[in-house]
């Protein structure tokens, strides 16, 4: 921020703006009273930030007048909301207290701005310490702060959705932050904001801020997929309306009151799918959508959902459709409330179209999400499946209020919740149960009952005797077969997926933790002995600090239950310091210079190979304490003679010269590369955003990098001889390795071979491209 006297330009600019907001909510206002409200909260905030610029240079009331605009237009929220967007930066940036706002505008929206304000603190304060004298705060700050952020859910889940107004705007505007600030944000955004945002079914939200970190992240990659767009639409523009003219002369006929809308993919959705299903642009079929919405038939006994099926009907007595492209969330709604009815049809013109059926209702729920769920709720409406955001509300203030969950690890578990997806089983009796993906019959039994997990012996699936291990698929029938004296086994935690079912298996064994503590320190004892170690009051203190802990009985109690093992304990800290009898006198810096970070990836590491590929990217960063005071994130040249850091390229990614990359800077120095959209880096930055730094490629480098390639298409004779020309003689590169596989006349295989740039690296993809059977080619990561 920034001061300087408002021209009267500005202030014509502020009067615009707000006109702009007061319109918006004069609309959402039930009274006049409300709306007297939101003026006298723009006249505070006004007074409040007079004189105050954004790093844009613009009057820095335009960004709490913009959030505002968000909270109304985009979310749907109420005057109150809207009082405490206006006002929510005044506490934090000003000399107002909360108090000064209770006064004035009353408790809620004290409530609320108190809430933002404490979340703009925590994510704003990356310089705080411990001061428990012995042992440093083991854990990330800024994971601490996203639990504070999410802790504000069990307060009130408006305080949520205008910290994602903010964001919004902040994005909106993110070109103006400093590049390693811009990288921090971004990170923060894609691991936590947007998955959130999807969750609460804000989607034009998630979409908007999923483009805005694609420009920046991947600018290349967005430029490039923009501009195919926009051609390709103005070819496709005309054919679109054909497509549809048929369809409304049929639903008119019909007489349903309905409006059609046309959709394009956006750019991240593009990217991300030629990305995940490595397909060329040409090749992601699902560009188009069509969305029909519809009002409810008054005085039918026709359902929403009956009213969805009729006009799927008459559409495809129109248009041939794609059976394997149906999505019935009519039926089964996704489990942030999204409902709608998806089919892919194909035009006169031989394109494949995506439909989408809505009731205004549905259309509603899908873009403005669970405002639009209250405000229906609230008007008496509830469908079949109206509490699923309710339910998936309760269960993430169930794991925020849990006691021993430390930051890191409630940040992975609502990350893990935010993007995971559900599947639907059935009872015996038919009854749908929707479940995590992955979860096994034993979560399902807890999720029945406690009684019935704890008594569980095995299940049936589909009237077939399986395992309690079994892992649910969709559209099984399960039942659980249990008997009066079967008891809960520790062993279940190697293959239970849900915490619910997890917390109540624990719960169990709790009621006997002292028993569990006092035998699982016995057993690890015993194991450290075997390795001439004493487990020593000091040690099993510094366990728990590694292993984020309340105290050392719950350390005991986890490595009784099996949930720590000897394994990860020893991949974590380096215990030959410990060796001999006479250890109780290590001292706090010996215990402090170990990484305690390492845990989370050792602890993890049979359950997912890529955790294991980001242990080892960020071994150098783990858990050290990042470089105090100010520095230039800037000065970075990766391999530069005179550049005085060791810079260490992620295995992870693997990045080459000319990727857009990020660094994080350990305390010896080093630097550890990544290229920005590497989902490692994105996850190491969101948690430690004071790490980053800013990397550049040292032009005059004449280092060379190990690139891959993959590739299908038709399989002929031939085809290897013109690849390899194609690689070795024509490009003149390296080529390390080449594997193909054919089979039914089709083909597929990788190639790895040595570049000097991404340059080069797609020059080779190009060329392959135009070779006679090759249908699919692209750069995929090195593991």
Known sequence: MSYSQFTSKDYEVIAREYADLKESSRKRCASAEELDVVQKAFEFANEAHKNVRRRSGEPYILHPIAVGKIVVNEIGLGYKSITAALLHDVVEDTDYTVDDIRQLFGDKVATLVDGLTKIK???????????????????????????????????????????????????????????????????????????????????????????????????EAYNTITAKVNRDMTDKGREIDKFIRPIEEALDKAGFDFEVRKRVK?????????????????????????????????????????????????????????????????????????????????????????????????????????????????????????????????????????????????????HKDLTSSDIVVFTPKGEQKSIQKGATAIDFAYMIHTHIGNRAIAAKANLKLVPLSYVLKTGDTIEIITAESAKPKKEWLQFIQTRYARNKLMDYFRSDKAGVAASGRAALALKLESMDVILTDTLAKFLSQVFELNNVEELFFRYGMGVISFESIVQTVDLEPFKGKDKEKSTADRLLSYLPWRRRAAAKAAHAQAEVDQAAAAATIAGSTPPKGKFDRTAFTINSPSDPHKYILATCCKPIHGDTVIGFLAPDGSVTVHKKSCQIAEEIASKHGDWIVMPRWDDGSRESFQARVSMRGIDRIGLLSDITREVSIEMSLNMKAITLSTEDGLFEGQIDFIVADKDVLYKLIGRLRNIDGIQEVGRVDIK
């Open 121 to 219: 603190t925590v994510l704003d304060d990356q310089d705080r310490t411990d001061h428990d004298g012995e042992f440093r705060n083991l854990q990330s700050m800024q994971a601490e702060n996203f639990k504070r952020i999410l802790l504000t859910l069990n307060d009130d889940v408006r305080v949520v959705l205008i910290k994602l107004a903010d964001r919004l705007h902040n994005c909106r505007t993110i070109e103006y932050m400093p590049e390693y600030k811009r990288d921090k944000i971004l990170s923060e955004t894609r691991f936590v904001f947007i998955p959130l945002a999807h969750r609460l079914g804000l989607y034009s939200i998630k979409s908007e801020m999923e483009n805005i970190w694609l420009r920046f992240k991947e600018p």
């Open 266 to 414: 956006t750019p991240y959705s593009i990217w991300n799918k030629m990305n995940t299903k490595n397909v060329s642009f040409e090749q992601v079929y699902d560009l188009y959508a069509v969305r029909i919405i519809f009002n409810p038939a008054p005085g039918t006994h026709d359902t929403e959902r009956d009213q969805c099926y009729h006009i799927f009907s008459i559409i495809t007595g129109i248009y041939r459709y794609k059976p394997d492209r149906m999505r019935d969330w009519v039926k089964h709604p996704k489990s942030n409330g999204y409902e709608a009815l998806h089919c892919t049809l194909m035009s006169d013109r031989g394109m494949w179209v995506e439909v989408q059926i809505r009731s205004k209702r549905m259309d509603d729920i899908a873009e403005k999400g669970i405002a639009a769920h209250w405000a229906y709720k609230k008007d008496g409406y509830t469908s079949e499946y109206s509490s699923e955001m309710d339910k998936w509300l309760d269960k993430v203030k169930d794991i925020l209020v849990s006691p021993d969950v430390n930051a890191l690890e409630l940040l992975d578990i609502i």
